[in-house]
């Protein structure tokens, strides 16, 4: 497994950005396709966005394509999430996930998850 440490979360008013960030250890993480997935209030948790290991890969959910860019530094064992035109639906707790195999990561069903960062947006 690898450990998952996100940052960046917080309070921002319609059409501002966020860019959130995730901190990996453990398992070599250059060799793990990353992503986030967030829950609102009373809703499941959805996917938000992959990127392959070595980050020539991403997806995308259709709601956020546009305005969310998901990267990754492997020398520095981060990911990111530059989160721009935020709307009031975007609102959650954000989740970092990880595994080794992309597809699995994709349907939420990641080895290894961090606790997770709230992103609010007002109207």
């Known amino acids: 497994q690898v450990q998952l440490v996100e940052s960046g979360g917080g309070l921002v008013q319609t059409g501002g950005s966020l860019r959130l960030s995730c901190a990996a250890s453990?398992?070599?993480?250059?060799?793990?396709?990353m992503g986030w997935f967030r829950q609102a209030p009373g809703k499941e948790r959805e996917f938000v966005a992959s990127i392959s290991s070595g980050g020539g890969t991403t997806y995308y959910a259709d709601s956020v394509k546009g305005r969310f860019t998901i990267s990754r530094d492997n020398a520095k064992n981060t990911v990111y999430l530059q989160m721009n035109s935020l709307k009031p639906e975007d609102t959650a707790v954000y989740y970092c996930?990880?595994?080794?195999?992309?597809?699995?990561?994709?349907?939420?069903?990641?080895?290894?998850w961090g606790q997770g960062t709230q992103v609010t947006v007002s109207s």
């Open positions: 996930a990880a595994d080794r195999v992309g597809s699995r990561l994709r349907l939420g069903r990641g080895d290894s």
């Open positions: 453990g398992r070599t993480v250059s060799t793990t396709s």
